[in-house]
């Protein structure tokens, strides 16, 4: 079966592109239109019709683009309105969700910790999730801010290294050894992270999971690219620099109000 059209992915901004970056470097024969929704990030502190909103406005984008199937690389976006999406659109969608279970099933201390928007901890979904696991521990930390700073460029500032100490120093005491990054722009502070955390404390975020169940998809439902490979394509409806940097300059970054 094969589907020469392309997979859409989007985010509230530029976080999803460690989703599109998984995705990317184990189906590199597909072709891929990416749109973030800097202009209305971060979602977490939205109301959930005002994300299902703007995932619909986003949706719209990228079917209008021709797309086959579409990644919500947004925590945030696919614990609120996936199952809105999928109810009102035909196309196969594949949602991001905090990575729970890896992280509940291998714990030794029964402990972990979550660290994510608070649009994704107060969801329906997230809560029917960590009510899977009433044997284990979870500590919830809303990262009040950590999306606006990778945003703004801001990764290595001062201010990004003393909300990361707050946010994580009471998991620590609290004994978790597993830390769930409930937020596709976080993976983007691992390198922050593992110089507060100690080395037996495991990071998971869901990035490689979300590649492997594309791929499923793409066999099971849709269909993989056999003709040319294009070059990736990126939208952005705010500073198109911040996302040209994230992707290292490597990709044209394309400035359109959406």
């Not at 019709?49 to 683009?65: P, Y």
């Not at 044997?135 to 945003?151: A, S």
């Not at 998991?171 to 830390?179: C, R, V």
């Amino acid at each position: 079966m094969t589907n020469n059209n392309p997979i859409g992915v989007f985010d509230s901004g530029i976080g999803g592109t460690s989703i599109w970056t998984a995705i990317h470097q184990l189906l590199p024969n597909e072709k891929t239109i990416y749109l973030a929704d800097t202009k209305n990030a971060p979602y977490g502190q939205k109301t959930k019709q005002e994300i299902v909103d703007l995932s619909k406005k986003n949706v719209d984008f990228l079917l209008d683009m021709g797309c086959k199937l579409i990644v919500v690389a947004c925590n945030t976006a696919t614990t609120n309105a996936i199952k809105e999406l999928r109810e009102q659109y035909t196309v196969p969608f594949i949602g991001i969700e905090p990575a729970i279970k890896p992280a509940a099933t291998n714990s030794k201390t029964q402990t972990i910790g979550i660290l994510a928007t608070q649009g994704t901890l107060n969801s329906e979904l997230f809560n029917k999730a960590t009510e899977m696991y009433q044997d284990t521990k979870i500590i919830e930390q809303v990262g009040h801010g950590l999306v606006q700073l990778i945003e703004n460029g801001d990764l290595n500032s001062p201010e990004m290294a003393q909300l990361l100490e707050s946010y994580l120093r009471p998991m620590i005491e609290a004994n978790i050894d597993y830390l769930v990054l409930g937020c596709s722009h976080y993976p983007y502070l691992i390198p922050q992270i593992k110089k507060i955390l100690p080395e037996h404390i495991h990071i998971i975020d869901s990035g490689e999971a979300v590649a492997k169940q594309t791929q499923n998809i793409l066999r099971e439902k849709t269909g993989f690219n056999n003709g040319s490979v294009d070059e990736p394509i990126f939208y952005t409806n705010g500073n198109p620099k911040v996302l040209s940097d994230i992707l290292e300059n490597k990709y044209k970054v394309d400035e359109k109000d959406f």
